[in-house]
């Protein structure tokens, strides 16, 4: 299994940890950036998770302080769905419902013991499809219906 994983400069500490975890659940962590603590835009880093992500049809997980803006950005690009999480119950039903396909996470906000719970928790999930397939197809027409649209 492969992740594409991405922070900027607010969560790089957080991202090595995540892929330290990965490695060791025998997980290869495809590593977008970025790669110190100096300041970066965190739109750029959702941008290359979420290319991988499209790609190679695997899942991601993006970090920026909050979580927030890094995953409005992957929201924008068609076919994300980047689900900011905090517990581990939220993680697990982002995929079980949401058919989420990216992990979004706060680094100042979540200690890295929860952050490992929650990573765990969102890759060990499984879309359920049924019900929840119609749903998901209506959030993809919205997508579709305003893709052209600005306001
Ligand atoms: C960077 O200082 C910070 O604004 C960013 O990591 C994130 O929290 C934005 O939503």
């Known amino acids: 299994m492969e992740v594409a994983i991405g922070s900027d400069h607010a969560g790089v500490e ?3 940890k995540i892929i330290a975890l990965l490695k060791e659940s025998g997980i290869e962590a495809i590593d977008c950036g970025c790669y ?8 750029d880093i959702a941008e290359a998770v979420a290319a991988r992500v499209l790609e190679k049809c695997i899942p991601g997980i993006i970090i920026c302080g909050t979580g927030i803006g890094i995953s409005i950005a992957a ?3 068609p076919g994300i769905r980047a689900a ?3 517990d581990p119950y939220s993680a697990e039903m982002a995929r079980r419902h949401n058919d989420a396909n990216v992990l979004a996470l706060g680094a100042r906000v979540l200690e890295v013991p929860a952050i490992r719970e929650i990573v765990s928790a969102f890759l060990a999930a499984e879309f ?4 929840h397939q119609r749903r998901v197809d209506k959030i993809n027409a919205i ?6 649209r600005c306001c």
Request: aromatic share 8%.
């Open 14 to 16: 957080q991202k090595s």
């Open 36 to 43: 110190s603590a100096d300041s970066v835009d965190y739109p």
């Open 75 to 77: 929201n924008k690009i």
């Open 84 to 86: 900011l999480c905090s």
């Open 128 to 131: 359920e499809g049924g019900r």
């Open 143 to 148: 997508e579709k219906k305003y893709c052209v």
